[in-house]
């Protein structure tokens, strides 16, 4: 008969570590652990039941036993929130401090370098700093030229927009005659 009883523990501790076990067999495992006479083969699984028997039950007196709260004095408070507001600023105005100095140091031919026979030759600032020149002016000079060819459109418009405006002068007066001519020949 204990054989029987081994096989259906046995059986039972494999549905319980496949998560498969009801709460009444559970409770029947913690029972069986409990007691002396384990055979040597099932003996390992003793502490295991043993904590879940009386470790969860501690665990559980432990979670509902009143806690001793410690307080902290308000002062104390004040001080650790004073802190983190002053640290925080201290922060924010460092990272975002304006150094004018770095934007004017910028070089951008920096570690720019010409390879000419075989040499690698790095770009000295100065040639950079005329680099930098040279693709201004050819800029400005580049605008220059797209304004200058423009100018002849526009002269171009002007001109029709001058000559619309005569025109339209021109049939003004013209009426005007017309409406003179008819009154001095009514008379």
Request: proline fraction near 5%; hydrophobic fraction near 35%.
């Amino acid at each position: 008969m204990k054989s029987d009883e081994y096989t259906y523990i046995e059986n039972l501790l494999e549905r319980f570590f496949e998560g498969e076990t009801s709460n009444v067999e559970e409770q029947e495992l913690y029972a069986f652990f409990a007691r002396p006479d384990l055979p040597e083969h099932l003996k390992p699984y003793k502490p295991v039941f043993g904590y879940f028997e009386t470790g969860i039950a501690r665990e559980v007196e432990e979670e509902n036993s009143p806690k001793q709260v410690r307080k902290v004095p308000f002062y104390k408070k004040w001080l650790w929130i004073g802190t983190a507001v002053a640290a925080s600023l201290l922060l924010f105005l460092f990272l975002n401090k304006e150094d004018r100095k770095q934007e004017d140091d910028f070089n951008p031919y920096a570690g720019s370098y010409i390879i000419r026979n075989g040499v690698k030759t790095e770009i000295p600032e100065n040639v950079a700093k005329d680099l930098d020149k040279m693709i201004r002016q050819a800029e400005k000079s580049h605008y220059e030229k797209e304004r200058m060819a423009l100018q002849p459109v526009q002269q171009h418009r002007q001109t029709l927009h001058d000559i619309k405006m005569k025109e339209q002068e021109a049939k003004q007066i013209e009426s005007d005659i017309e409406m003179l001519e008819e009154r001095y020949k009514d008379k």
